[in-house]
């Protein structure tokens, strides 16, 4: 019988699921990366959603492997080039939380523009105040995704009732412009932008992608949304910006000083300008939840079932 390693915790329905389809299930949460290489070799497949790097060593390592599920989307914590080399299935599931990140990113939108964080603080505390919290209607802005995969295209879709201009840019995809959006140019992004959202995976090209040169090329003062990855965005330079006023505010589910398992950031390692985000009224932050719903986690794990199933089937 096929084994499957299960190395982090998932939704019981795809224990189930492949369990149905003929394979043994194997769980071990505890081990370091290091003892359960030693034992890797005996498994046809292991599920992950991102305890620790899979890199060459631990590939190697995984001598008798077929596959990698990840249940999520990203899969910057895999060396899915090498994998490959090694005729390893790489198998994420963004299918399955495009609708949560969606209806998160346009919650976030909202917070932001309203001061809806902001104000329900000071009402708590006994402060009421009105001219203070005057906010921003998203009608008739323009609204810039970088990023047009299944978690841009579902943030344009939920934008789509309030008569907002949304413009996209995608650097390795065209020919998508629909009633939802219009596929743009990045000049276009950055002469047009009243708001801007990172919707793309975390890879050496996009490092560091929102830094101080590419802030100044848009015309105009913009609101930032990122529910991508944290080193998408470099932390000093929006720092800066929204000292400047370049950034008018910022919404952010993801953090650069997250560890790699994503479960926590060590307030011990915040530079000076990640506390002054986090003192900023104009700033919001939330902690990796974007995609993270009782929904999405049903989704996540039986979408991974299906592609694990049908490809081995």
Not at 27 to 36: A, L, Y
Not at 160 to 167: C, L, Q, R
Not at 170 to 179: A, N, W
Not at 244 to 255: N, P, T, Y
Request: aromatic share 10%.
């Amino acid at each position: 019988m096929k084994k499957i390693l299960f190395i982090d915790s998932t939704h019981p329905m795809l224990v189930q699921r492949l369990k149905e389809a003929g394979y043994e299930v194997d769980f071990d949460f505890v081990s370091s990366k290091q003892e359960i290489e030693k034992k890797i070799a005996s498994y046809f497949g292991i599920i992950i959603r991102s305890r620790f790097v899979i890199d060459k060593e631990f590939i190697d390592a995984a001598s008798a492997l077929h596959f990698i599920g990840r249940v999520g989307a990203g899969m910057e914590s895999i060396d899915v080039e090498y994998a490959k080399a090694k005729n390893i299935h790489c198998i994420s599931s963004p299918e399955g939380n495009r609708d949560a990140v969606g209806e998160h990113t346009l919650g976030l939108l909202l917070a932001l523009s309203n001061n809806i964080v902001k104000a329900s603080n000071e009402v708590k505390n006994g402060v009421w105040l009105r001219e203070e919290n005057r906010g921003f209607e998203i009608k008739g802005k323009t609204i810039a995704i970088i990023g047009y995969g299944n978690m841009g295209s579902a943030f344009a879709q939920r934008l789509s009732g309030f008569e907002s201009h949304v413009i996209a840019y995608d650097k390795y995809k065209t020919g998508f412009s629909s009633r939802y959006v219009e596929e743009v140019s990045m000049a276009d992004v950055f002469e047009q932008a009243d708001i801007l959202s990172f919707h793309v995976p975390y890879t050496q090209e996009t490092h560091y992608l929102f830094c101080e040169d590419y802030i100044q090329k848009f015309k105009k003062s913009i609101y930032l949304l990122n529910t991508s990855r944290g080193k998408v965005v470099k932390t000093d330079d929006l720092s800066d910006a929204l000292f400047s006023g370049k950034v008018l505010g910022a919404a952010l589910d993801v953090l650069e000083y997250e560890d790699i398992s994503l479960k926590n950031t060590s307030i011990s390692s915040w530079t000076d300008s990640m506390h002054y985000l986090a003192d900023s009224p104009r700033v919001i932050l939330t902690p990796h939840i974007a995609g993270w719903t009782k929904e999405s986690n049903i989704k996540l794990s039986t979408i991974i079932a299906d592609k694990v199933i049908d490809m081995f089937k």
